[in-house]
Nanobody, 126 residues
Framework: QVRLVESGGGLVQPGGSLRLSCAAS????????IGWFRQAPGKEREGVSC????????YYADVVKGRFTISGDTAENTIHLQMNSLKPEDTAVYYC???????????????????WGQGIQVTVSS
């Protein structure tokens, strides 16, 4: 049974950092690629980043490039999203999902994700 569980969210001041984790079970990270999406109140869900652990490919949305870093821990079967220099506009519920690839396309085509976690709140505010 495929399951994804996000953790690491919370409240942080502007300019601060958080590290989100996406713990996967029911499959290994060389089987599915993983993407992170987020949804702010009143806005559509947007792609943030993705990773293919098997190929080493990573991809970032322009709005987070240079601030966020995605990585995979195969021993823990977990994907991490290190978020630095956080801004109030990064406030959203963040979701990880299983993707069929990792590229700019997969930061748009959320309908091509098979499984999703429950989401975790990130709030950036002073």
């Amino acid at each position: 049974q495929v399951r994804l569980v996000e953790s690491g969210g919370g409240l942080v001041q502007p300019g601060g950092s958080l590290r989100l984790s996406c713990a996967a079970s029911g499959f290994t990270l060389d089987y599915y690629d993983i993407g992170w999406f987020r949804q702010a109140p009143g806005k559509e869900r947007e792609g943030v980043s993705c990773i293919s652990v098997s190929s080493g490919q990573t991809y970032y949305a322009d709005v987070v490039k240079g601030r966020f870093t995605i990585s995979g821990d195969t021993a823990e079967n977990t994907i991490h999203l290190q978020m630095n220099s956080l801004k109030p506009e990064d406030t959203a519920v963040y979701y990880c999902g299983t993707a069929r690839g990792c590229s700019g396309h997969y930061l748009i085509a959320e309908d091509e994700y098979d499984y999703w976690g429950q989401g975790i709140q990130v709030t950036v505010s002073s």
